[in-house]
């Protein structure tokens, strides 16, 4: 099997991936849409792409380029516990250090130390905390950090400056496993921890009290709901679809009910994925 990633090497994405497949070849791209425009193309046969961080909540460029551009089933979840690290060339002091480079939601995590500890350094955003350790390792002579985990720093020969510099203790990612088969897998390596349905709902836009309506078909079946977002169409302001996840997986009655029910409302009904979710914990993480 041949499993796409958010690279290059030492992403936090490619520790949720080696969680999941231990024994597939894990191939880097530079994007999330590339690695999905990959599994479309056959180039793969999956693609692990992040979708929410319980600090910084969805990773919006997945869900938007998921709904929007590549409709590819979810047949997979992974947590993944996150500790982001400072890390710098060996031969650079702490006290050089003029710019911090990484992805974008890693730096948001990091805000607080970020602020206190380098309050004048110029922040600069990669497309993974991958690149940024790879960039650092590239241009030792310049005085900058990236945000990144412990195998970035091992990958790329890096020094941890500051440990464990995210703003919130209990900080995770989840992330999901992407195919053009649609059919849920089950993987023996991590611990399940739950089953889940996603759905896309599209309201009717001349219908009041929909979103009501639409809360109440899950609540008189007894189906909990563990997220509800809101996100435009990008048809125009103010228009928006909801993502809602729901506890279990796809059955023969109730789901199907519940989709049967908002398609007479005149909703538009998508069923994202219907899959298991596992957590990787701390020591796993570290040991693949």
Not at 47 to 76: C, F, M, W
Not at 164 to 182: E, G
């Amino acid at each position: 099997m041949k499993i796409a990633y958010l690279g290059p090497r030492g992403t936090f994405t490619e520790v949720a991936a080696r969680g999941m497949f231990e024994q597939g070849e894990l191939i880097p791209f530079r994007t999330i849409p590339t690695c999905m425009d990959a599994v479309e193309a056959s180039e793969v046969d999956f693609a692990v792409v992040p979708i929410e961080n319980a600090i910084e909540g969805s990773v919006n460029l997945t869900l938007d380029y998921l709904i929007h551009k590549q409709r590819l089933p979810i047949v997979g979840g992974i947590t993944v516990a996150i500790e982001q690290h400072l890390l710098i060339n060996p031969n650079k002091g702490t006290k050089e250090i003029n710019k911090i480079v990484s992805h974008p939601h890693a730096i948001a995590q990091c805000h607080e130390f970020l602020q206190k500890q380098y309050p004048n350094a110029e922040w600069e955003y990669m497309n993974s905390t991958g690149a940024a350790a790879q960039f650092v390792k590239e241009h030792p002579e310049l005085g900058i950090a990236a945000i990144a985990n412990e195998g970035a720093a091992k990958a790329y020969d890096l020094h941890i400056a500051h440990s464990n510099i995210h703003d919130f203790p209990n900080n995770r990612t989840s992330f999901v496993v992407l195919s053009k088969n649609a059919e849920a897998i089950r993987f023996s390596g991590p611990l399940h921890t739950e089953d889940k349905t996603m759905l896309m709902v599209t309201l009717p836009s001349d219908f009041s009290g929909a979103l009501h309506q639409v809360l109440s078909a899950f609540a008189w079946r007894k189906l909990n709901l563990t997220k509800i977002e809101s996100r435009p169409t990008k048809t125009g302001l103010g228009n928006y679809f909801f993502i809602i996840d729901v506890e279990g997986l796809m059955d023969d009655v109730l789901i199907p009910g519940v989709v049967s029910e908002l398609q007479a409302l005149g909703c538009g009904v998508d069923i994202l994925g219907s899959y298991p979710c596992y957590t990787l914990v701390k020591n796993e993480a570290k040991m693949r």
